[in-house]
Nanobody
Framework: QVQLVESGGGLAQAGGSLRLSCAAS????????MGWFRQAPGKEREVVAA????????SYADSVKGRFTISRDNAKNTVYLQMNSLKPEDTAVYYC?????????????????WGQGTQVTVSS
């Protein structure tokens, strides 16, 4: 399995920005498709954004399109989530996920490695 460590969460005001990072180890990073998911209290885990192994393909939840950007640096074994124009409804625990394979995965069952999560809280 891949070990994933998220960082960069915290408290932000509505309209502000945060950048999440996820450092991976244990497997060749460039062979992994990656995703960011989030889970708010009482809700199911949902995809936020996903990226292919090379970074050439990305996918976003409708709720974050135009505000969030997923990217990766295969030389640094790290995937990022730049979050701009934050809203209170973005408050959740954000998880990084990884899996071998081509393409993009937008469901949790497409991933077999998960980070511990990082809390993002957006105040109004």
């Amino acid at each position: 399995q891949v070990q994933l460590v998220e960082s960069g969460g915290g408290l932000a005001q509505a309209g502000g920005s945060l950048r999440l990072s996820c450092a991976a180890s244990g497997r060749t990073f460039s062979s992994l498709r990656m995703g960011w998911f989030r889970q708010a209290p009482g809700k199911e885990r949902e995809v936020v954004a996903a990226i292919s192994r090379s970074g050439s393909m990305t996918s976003y939840a409708d709720s974050v399109k135009g505000r969030f950007t997923i990217s990766r640096d295969n030389a640094k074994n790290t995937v990022y989530l730049q979050m701009n124009s934050l809203k209170p409804e973005d408050t959740a625990v954000y998880y990084c996920a990884a899996a071998d394979g081509v393409g993009i995965g937008v469901l949790p069952r497409f991933y077999d490695s998960w980070g511990q999560g990082t809390q993002v809280t957006v105040s109004s």
